[in-house]
């Protein structure tokens, strides 16, 4: 029989190395897009978009992107739905657009394609099915699929 505080301690350490491991996932998402909507990440470090009906934290985004979850707070943030559902989500100063797909009640990350090593300016996108179009101003547009940058690789 294993005395009680070793059983303890093997479940906190298990619970340690789980929660180590485990994934981007913005909590408490309501889904509901065919266009770029622009959103201001609000005192409260939400982003609500109610044309189509999203809200989410982004304290966890601003965190993988800049290591301070309070880094979006007043700023702006891109997002786009494409054809097969996922949504994609950058901003200015962001060296990634982030992929997310739908989960009940979240959006987990499906993948982060870097699209610039110093920062984006003045990002947009545009739907261009199948694909999702990244612009910025001074760059190349760049056709981009949940996982990869299909066309205007730098």
Not at 59 to 75: N, W
Not at 98 to 124: I, K, N, W
Request: aromatic letters at 10%; hydrophobic letters at 45%.
């Amino acid at each position: 029989m294993v005395p009680t505080r070793l059983l303890h301690l093997q479940v906190a350490v298990l619970a340690l190395a789980l929660a180590a491991s485990s994934p981007l996932v913005l909590q408490n998402v309501n889904f509901g897009w065919p266009v770029e909507s622009v959103v201001t990440v609000s005192p409260a470090n939400t982003v609500e978009e109610g044309r189509y009906v999203l809200s989410f934290s982004a304290a966890p985004l601003a965190a993988a992107e800049f290591e301070d979850s309070t880094a979006l707070r007043g700023t702006s943030l891109h997002l786009i739905r494409n054809v097969e559902g996922y949504y994609f989500v950058t901003g200015p100063r962001f060296k990634h657009v982030y992929v997310f797909t739908p989960r009940a009640g979240a959006l987990t990350r499906y993948a982060s394609l870097e699209v610039s090593t110093t920062g984006l300016g003045d990002p947009a996108f545009n739907l261009r099915p199948p694909y999702v179009e990244l612009i910025d101003t001074g760059a190349a547009p760049r056709l981009l699929t949940s996982s990869d940058i299909v066309e205007g690789k730098k």
